[in-house]
């Protein structure tokens, strides 16, 4: 077995969908610092671009759906 893991890179046209750290974190009701910790501990799908980090916006809504808005609680 490889030692590499695979790491799917999504397509240029799917990171156009992408969401940014501000959207992702009015989303959520996180602050932005908590949006990049998300994507940091792997919790939320994202990659670093030179622009910042993008999210995948069905990782952020399977996260969503499993923890309730801090802005809610």
Do not use: N
């Amino acid at each position: 077995s490889s030692a590499y893991k695979v790491v799917y890179m999504p397509s240029l046209s799917e990171l156009e969908k992408w969401l940014s750290t501000g959207q992702v974190a009015k989303r959520l009701g996180y602050s932005r610092q908590g949006a990049t910790d998300l994507a940091h501990s792997r919790k939320i799908r994202a990659v670093k671009t030179a622009a910042g980090w993008l999210y995948d916006p069905e990782s952020v809504e399977q996260f969503k759906a499993t923890h309730p808005a801090k802005a809610e609680q």
